[in-house]
């Protein structure tokens, strides 16, 4: 499948891996290393609602456009090479000075002046306060403490149906509105560039049939009542209708962190493993579900916590790796030194391991999967 960045005055073509059966849960490659500026004088919280409410009523996308229109700004972008574009972004902090807005790092990479242009007409002159090119996020900071605030929702108590508005710059145009539903959860894209551009993994995004287009990315998909669930960051250019999102737990997980110049960290596992799905599909039969091991790479938290080849995850704490629910989308709103409980189904039994979570950084470049059966 072919993907898109939504930068509008470049569209950049990507390629999404879909036959991959054995994936390596967060090792490393060889792309960009997260940054951040110093940290400010005040650590800036940034509020979650959790859980994110799901509309009991009609559904009113003017409601959600009152509520965060505000707060969603034009991003206009000089590139260093002589080049620009334009994204979106949505103010998500602020202290006594400045105020903070998240963004994709694609959107503002290798920029040499980053405008913020805000719905009531104010504009600004940003500076990049820090960008993570694993995630895809960025956030941009402004000397003015005034600007209305977005406030994030819980992505991890989104259901798959649920109607969601998207808000951004779509070619150019400012503050546009388009609504759909959340199509599926916990999707895994790999997107290249070309070109010697390193591929980007994005292990854990949602999929949303609502309308966006380049000059979308960095802006909010919303849930009815105007809270962030979504950071729209790239869409399939083959289909229709199918555009991808970072679940808002890790845009504010990684803000937070770049916010308060700190260097984010990324989970790691060092498991190979094969989903359902590909397992089934190639002869293989088990009672139980969910991802099947099939190596657990030396001196990583995999084979520190005693996973074997052979095992059945069915569970990351009390999440069940079923219905779409992907190993890596269980791990990801967690931060490197938190340890998960494991459910493995072993040899007919059924055993719960503890996993010390690792950074991305600890993976050695050596280290891959077996081939798939």
Same mark, same amino acid.
């Given at each position: ?10 569209? !950049?073509?990507?390629? #999404?891996? @879909? ?8 090792? &490393?490659? +060889? $792309?960009?290393?997260? /940054? ?123 259901? !798959?149906?649920?109607? #969601?508005? @998207? ?8 503050? &546009?509105? +388009? $609504?759909?539903?959340? /199509? ?141 629910? +992907? ?47």
């Amino acid at each position: 499948m072919r993907v898109v960045k939504l930068t509008a005055a470049v569209t !950049v073509a990507l390629l #999404v891996g @879909a036959g991959c059966t054995v994936r390596p849960i967060g090792t &490393s490659r +060889t $792309s960009p290393t997260p /940054s951040a500026k110093a940290s400010p004088t005040a650590v800036v919280p940034i509020p979650v609602v959790s859980p994110a409410p799901v509309a009991t009523g009609a559904f009113d996308p003017a409601h959600v456009v009152q509520v965060l229109g505000p707060a969603v700004a034009e991003l206009i972008v000089r590139q260093s090479n002589g080049g620009g574009g334009i994204g979106s972004g949505f103010v998500v902090a602020r202290d006594s000075a400045a105020t903070y807005l998240v963004t994709n790092n694609h959107v503002v990479a290798g920029a040499s002046k980053v405008i913020v242009l805000m719905p009531d007409g104010r504009h600004f002159t940003a500076t990049v306060q820090g960008t993570d090119p694993i995630q895809d996020i960025a956030v941009v900071k402004v000397n003015d403490a005034s600007l209305p605030l977005a406030q994030f929702g819980d992505s991890t108590k989104l259901k !798959v149906g649920q109607q #969601v508005v @998207a808000i951004g710059s779509p070619l150019g145009n400012q503050a &546009s509105v +388009t $609504s759909g539903i959340i /199509s599926a959860l916990h999707r895994t894209i790999t997107a290249s560039a070309g070109g010697g551009t390193a591929a980007e993994d994005l292990p854990d995004v949602m999929q949303t049939d609502a309308a966006i287009n380049p000059g979308n990315s960095g802006g909010p998909l919303a849930d009815a009542e105007g809270n962030v669930i979504g950071v729209n960051t790239a869409t399939n250019a083959a289909g229709q209708g199918i555009g991808f999102a970072i679940p808002s737990l890790i845009a504010k997980r990684i803000a937070q962190d770049l916010i308060a110049g700190r260097k984010p960290g990324h989970p790691y596992m060092g498991v190979c493993y094969q989903s359902e799905d590909s397992f089934l599909a190639g002869g293989k039969d088990f009672v139980g579900y969910g991802v099947l091991v099939t190596a657990a790479l030396a001196g990583t938290p995999a084979a520190k916590a005693g996973l074997k080849a052979g095992d059945l995850i069915e569970k990351v704490d009390d999440v069940e790796l079923n219905n779409g629910q +992907t190993l890596g989308g269980a791990i990801q709103p967690h931060a490197p030194g938190e340890t998960v409980q494991l459910t493995v189904l072993r040899a007919g039994s059924t055993t719960t391991l503890p996993l010390t979570l690792a950074d991305r950084s600890s993976a050695s470049s050596a280290a891959s999967c077996p081939a798939t059966p």
